[in-house]
């Protein structure tokens, strides 16, 4: 199973993220999010496979984020605006992203990843 690690690489919350992935042994695909932006398909599909309520894709204390005045325009934007918003700018999505086979996790939860990470070596043993 292949993991894909979404990440800005000044973010030291991103930092903090590979250094665990790291030293757990996992391996990973890199991929910057500012040079690589996450298209409009795949954030569909991340949405679908975390369950998480779109807004938590939103990097909610990023720059662009506030700039745009984000915080009083998303609850009256449809997801489709909302989904062609994030896949404009790699800098208003949420990160680090850890994308596996079974799960979508945003941001970096120490306990988290250790859960879905866990649950992923079982499967593969």
Known sequence: MSILFVEYPKCTTCQKAKKFLDEKGVSYTD?????????EAELREWHA?????????????????KALGLKDKLPGMTE??????LATDGMLVKRPILVGGSFV????????????????????V
């Open 80 to 85: 489709d605006e909302q989904f062609a918003l």
């Open 49 to 65: 496979k975390s369950g998480l309520p779109l807004k938590r894709f939103f990097n909610t204390s990023g720059l662009q984020y």
């Open 31 to 39: 991929r910057h999010i500012k040079e690589q932006n996450p298209t």
């Open 105 to 124: 996790l945003t941001g970096f939860k120490e306990p988290e990843w250790s859960e879905s990470l866990f649950k992923i070596s079982w499967h593969t």
